[in-house]
């Protein structure tokens, strides 16, 4: 079987290397670029996100990333948010503004709002174990009755509101939400026809994460 081309979205956030490593560690073809033919072309996108949500979506509008993103799933192309590359999915986020200032506008796929997770210890950073959605393909082989994998994050913020709640039903299936808690609950992971997408960081989940990047390559 031909290895899947993947491209992970080079725009100058963070270490994405571990991307790239575990995605070739499964069987994929992978090119780390933000070259407008390649990201169109390739079988799936990966878009990895770390920092500030805020500087996160000025450097993908430099390299033109939500024109290439809206693209691909316009005609169906799969696309994986990791991180505050899912976060960027929503419509805005309130890291790092000041009381009473409007949230930051993010790409837009899905409604809602990224904020500040409210615990005890913030970051949220380490395992935890998840809730997948039914149906899911994600996380298929990674759960059972008694509970699933536990999957590593990093992250002070995240979305708290499922989508498909602030979504009405139309010709598509609904978004699935994955939850997880810490301090209470919050949207884990999203599965949402071409458009998925994790909080946690899959590359360095070790072996449970690697089921998960194998089971999306098998929607591309």
């Not at 290895?3 to 499964?26: D, M, P």
């Not at 899911?136 to 499922?162: C, I, N, Q, W």
């Amino acid at each position: 079987m031909t290895s899947k081309r993947v491209v992970v979205l080079s725009y100058g956030s963070g270490n994405v290397r571990s991307a790239v490593r575990a995605l070739e560690r499964v069987g994929a073809r992978v090119e780390l670029t933000a070259d407008p033919t390649a990201v169109e072309n390739a079988d799936g996108l990966v878009v990895p996100g770390v920092g500030a949500f805020a500087a996160v979506m000025e450097q993908l509008r430099r390299v033109d990333a939500p024109r290439l993103i809206d693209r691909r799933l316009a005609g169906g192309r799969p696309v994986l948010g990791i991180c505050v590359g899912m976060q960027v999915m929503f419509a805005a986020s309130t890291e790092h503004t000041e009381s009473g200032s409007e949230p930051v506008p993010g790409l837009g796929q899905w409604p809602g709002i990224v904020s500040k997770l409210e615990a005890d210890v913030v970051p949220h950073m380490g395992w935890s174990q998840v809730r997948p959605a039914a149906d899911t393909v994600l996380f298929d082989g990674l759960y059972d009755d008694a509970g699933s994998e536990r999957f590593y994050f990093v992250h002070s913020y995240a979305a708290k509101t499922d989508p498909a709640d602030l979504l009405t039903a139309g010709p598509t299936r609904l978004p699935r939400a994955t939850w997880a808690t810490h301090g209470e609950d919050f949207v884990a992971a999203v599965e949402n026809g071409a458009l998925s997408a994790t909080q946690f960081h899959p590359e360095k989940s070790g072996d449970a994460g690697a089921q998960l990047l194998r089971n999306w390559l098998t929607t591309l």
